[in-house]
């Protein structure tokens, strides 16, 4: 089955640019999304298609991938950007994927 | 405005079986699939399965293949999730999701407790 890796967790002060990884065999041939869950919460898909973002999705929030990753960077990061965070892809033998989560915290 | 809204939490015995309703509006609901999406308490997102609400044909993730199954409702734009032979460890918070393949799940449910405890 196909896995996906992203760090537990990633920290980064207030203004500052934090990038989550999420590591997969050849997921530079794939589409990576990403989605953005706070407590409590449902997830929010914040990035589709690697870097394309939903109506209402801040330009703070972009999307890469190319060869073994895919990256989510969040540029001045705000208290409000605090949440755990998920990659997810479609495999041809796993079909929907998500990572292990990454939990972005704002210091 | 386009939302889906699950039905209420549920507390079940060992063995038993729960269904989870998702009823969709503010879009036409045979245009997209529906994922089923669960989250284990402090745990991350585990992708269940898939349907087409177009023609009914289903994914399922083979974890639970031969106790899951999914089906939708064209007339009441509804989804349902049924899992059967429930067990401690399939207490979770049970999501449905928008899915359009490529383009991610874009609309979310509120989510439906699902408590397994004898």
């Known amino acids: 089955s196909y896995v996906l890796t992203q760090p537990p967790s990633v920290s980064v002060a207030p203004g500052k640019t934090a990038r989550i990884t999420c590591g997969g065999n050849n997921i530079g041939s794939k589409s990576v999304h990403w989605y953005q869950q706070k407590p409590g919460q449902a997830p929010v898909l914040v990035i589709y298609y690697d870097s394309d973002r939903p109506s209402g999705i801040p330009e703070r929030i972009s999307g890469s991938n190319s060869g073994k990753t895919a990256t989510l960077t969040i540029s001045r990061v705000e208290a409000g950007d605090e949440a755990d965070y998920y990659c997810q892809v479609w495999d041809s033998s796993s079909d929907r994927v998500f990572g292990g989560g990454t939990k972005l915290t704002v210091l | ?118």
């Open chain 2, 1 to 118: 405005q386009v939302q889906l809204v699950q039905s209420g939490a549920e507390v079940k015995k060992p063995g038993a079986s729960v269904r989870v309703s998702c009823k969709a509006s503010g879009y036409t609901f045979t245009s997209y699939g529906i994922s089923w999406v669960r989250q284990a308490p402090g745990q991350g997102l585990e992708w269940m399965g898939w349907i087409s609400a177009y023609n009914g044909y289903t994914n399922y993730a083979q974890k639970f293949q031969g106790r899951l199954t999914m089906t939708t409702d064209t007339s009441t734009s509804t989804a349902h999730m049924e899992l059967r032979s429930l067990r401690s460890d399939d207490t979770a918070v049970y999501y449905c999701a928008r899915d359009e393949e490529g383009y991610g799940m874009d609309v979310w449910g509120q989510g439906t407790t699902v408590t397994v405890s004898s």
